[in-house]
């Protein structure tokens, strides 16, 4: 019952240290617990394996080495350092391992747990002064992937596998230091406004460069636009007025033919002569001349009337006799008598009318809102 106690009290010693050696304690029984491996020897030779439970092992003849298959975590704890930079850095981490191999834990190496610990110790250092300091603060996860690799390749071959290592904690290593990083910082932070500052400014005068070419092209474009509707507003109504004028005289001579067919009275259209032509026109004339009486008798802005032909004055306006023959003369101001409007008062203020009064429309003055014909 002894032995028993003796096997489970080197076990817990096992659980503190990861790796145990026995000292000569006299156990017919180890235990190894579930998570470990145990490795006994024959007078210190022919290893053999100790699965988890219960182990028969001879007092003397035999010893016994037991290793932690766990994942298990060492802390390195404020270890200086100096940054690519050389900014002295205090620096703290954890180092994650797992033993694969115990046979090569157990005989590779004299002490596993503390090679592992230097390890990560100088690794650290190393890999620290290969990052700057701004490169650590903005990417901590580069370094820790870094120290993984550097580790992990260093202690393969003691059957460790080193799954992790977490920065646990980085900082300047005096208060001098902290205090010039922070105005480093805070100058390159000024750096940085005063480049995005200067940048915004060249924005906004190219949005201003932008928004004055757009706005000329836009007037240009505009004015071209105005320019082709005036053009083609002018050409539309020439066009409306030749097609018009095509469209009345064609209207002015079907009514000359059918009124001169009227008149003459022949039974074929063919059989009309041409002083019916003319009746016909000078009647058409006539009509036109008493719709424009209509008109003038209907406006405000004339105040006395002439009107009818020689028959009736008995003479024209210059005084001399009037001719016969049945049609009116032509007076010395180029009127053709029918009818003069307003033109005895118009002469009382102007006495210099002659052959170069303005002459519109096929016979008509006009001036001051007073009309002859």
């Not at 002894?2 to 080197?10: A, F, Q």
């Not at 701004?134 to 071959?157: A, E, F, K, Y």
């Not at 170069?356 to 001036?367: A, H, K, Q, R, W």
Request: charge should be positive; aromatic fraction near 6%.
């Amino acid at each position: 019952m002894s032995l028993v106690t003796s096997g489970t009290r080197n076990a817990f010693q096992v659980l503190r240290r990861g790796t145990y050696r026995p000292s000569g304690s006299r156990s017919l029984v180890t235990i190894v617990q579930q998570g470990y491996e145990g490795w006994r020897l024959s007078l210190g030779r022919q290893p053999v394996r100790l699965a988890p439970g219960l182990n028969l092992t001879i007092p003397i003849y035999h010893s016994v080495q037991i290793v932690d298959l766990r994942e298990s975590s060492i802390l390195i704890p404020n270890l200086p350092g100096y940054t690519s930079d050389n900014v002295p850095v205090i620096c703290s981490g954890s180092l994650f391992y797992r033993i694969v191999d115990g046979y090569k834990a157990c005989f590779s190496v004299s002490d596993v747990h503390t090679n592992i610990r230097n390890t990560g110790t100088s690794a650290m250092r190393a890999v620290l002064g290969r990052f700057s300091y701004d490169q650590v603060i903005s990417d901590r996860n580069g370094l820790n992937q870094q120290l993984n690799s550097v580790i992990g390749n260093s202690i393969s071959n003691w059957g460790v596998n080193c799954t992790r290592f977490e920065v646990q904690s980085f900082q300047p290593a005096n208060r001098e230091v902290e205090r010039q990083l922070e105005l480093q910082m805070e100058a390159e932070r000024n750096r940085r406004k005063q480049l995005l500052d200067t940048q915004a400014q060249i924005n906004i005068a190219e949005g201003q460069k932008q928004r004055v070419i757009l706005e000329s092209e836009g007037h240009l474009e505009a004015k071209s636009n105005e320019a082709d509707a005036r053009y083609k507003t002018v050409v539309r109504e020439a066009e409306a007025r030749q097609q018009q004028s095509i469209m009345e005289a064609s209207a002015l001579s079907e009514q000359v033919s059918r009124l001169a067919f009227s008149i003459s009275g022949a039974a074929e259209e063919a059989q009309v002569k041409e002083d019916d032509r003319r009746r016909a026109l000078d009647a058409l004339i006539e009509l036109r001349r008493l719709e424009q009486l209509k008109a003038i008798a209907r406006g405000s802005g004339t105040s006395t009337y002439f009107f009818g032909d020689q028959s009736v004055y008995g003479s024209n306006m210059n005084g001399s006799a009037a001719p016969t023959g049945g049609r009116s003369p032509t007076n010395s101001n180029g009127l053709s008598g029918a009818y003069l409007i307003d033109y005895v008062e118009k002469g009382k203020t102007t006495r210099a009318v002659g052959p170069t009064s303005p002459l519109v429309n096929g016979g008509e003055l006009s001036d001051s809102g007073n009309t002859a014909v």
